[in-house]
Antibody, heavy 117, light 113 residues
Framework: EVQLVESGGGLVQPGGSLRLSCAAS????????MNWVRQAPGKGLEWVAN????????NYVDSAKGRFAISRDNAKNSLYLQMNSLRDEDAAVYYC??????????WGQGTLVTVSS | DIVMTQSPDSLAVSLGERATINCKSS????????????LSWVQQKPGQPPKLLIY???TRESGVPDRFSGSGSGTDFTLTISSLQAEDVAVYYC?????????FGGGTKVEIK
């Protein structure tokens, strides 16, 4: 069974940093594209970033470029999102999502990021 | 960026009746190389993470009841629930995975009338 478990969320001040992690199991992690998708409280879904199987290709939504960095460690079956210069509008539940292509097939339960002073 | 526009924002349907949700993309998501539409539908029930229902515009994910169907091509797509059940109360999102940045529609909330 595919499992994606996010961690690392929490309360951070505006301008601060946070690193999210996603632990994957139940599938061959190194063969999957991986994504981060977020959902602000009471709002819709917003794709944030994705990374290809070996980490050589990455894509970001414009609002994340220059502030967020997606990475992965295939030896540890883990996906990461380093978030810097956090803003109020970055507050959301962040989901780890994966599949062999860009299709959002498998979703984690999400981790909540709160940005507040 | 491809903008995904869903309609309606919400709808209330009686149990056993049909629910129809529309999705329009600002550019075609049909690939000429494989003739596939890079369009999916995801369902999000209250308090839960999203779940994939439909991909390639019309292929049901494994385990999804056959009352859910997807149709359309190019820029216009539809999700149909043929006979609404109580467990179908959720927000439904269309999503294009044709080009980055990947984008979602604004969501359609389906309720019981």
């Amino acid at each position: 069974e595919v499992q994606l478990v996010e961690s690392g969320g929490g309360l951070v001040q505006p301008g601060g940093s946070l690193r999210l992690s996603c632990a994957a199991s139940g599938f061959t992690f190194s063969t999957y594209w991986m994504n981060w998708v977020r959902q602000a409280p009471g709002k819709g879904l917003e794709w944030v970033a994705n990374i290809n199987q070996d980490g050589s290709a990455k894509n970001y939504v414009d609002s994340a470029k220059g502030r967020f960095a997606i990475s992965r460690d295939n030896a540890k079956n883990s996906l990461y999102l380093q978030m810097n210069s956090l803003r109020d509008e970055d507050a959301a539940v962040y989901y780890c999502v994966g599949d062999v292509g860009w299709l959002p097939r498998y979703w984690g339960q999400g981790t909540l990021v709160t940005v507040s002073s | 960026d491809i903008v995904m526009t869903q309609s309606p924002d919400s709808l209330a349907v009686s149990l056993g009746e049909r629910a129809t949700i529309n999705c329009k993309s600002s550019q075609s998501v049909l690939s000429s190389s494989n003739n596939k539409n890079y369009l999916s539908w995801v369902q999000q029930k209250p308090g839960q993470p999203p779940k994939l229902l439909i991909y390639w515009a019309s292929t049901r994910e494994s385990g999804v009841p056959d009352r859910f169907s997807g149709s359309g091509s190019g820029t216009d797509f539809t999700l149909t629930i043929s006979s609404l059940q109580a467990e179908d109360v959720a927000v439904y999102y269309c999503h294009q995975y044709y080009s980055a940045p990947l984008t979602f529609g604004g969501g359609t909330k389906v309720e019981i009338k």
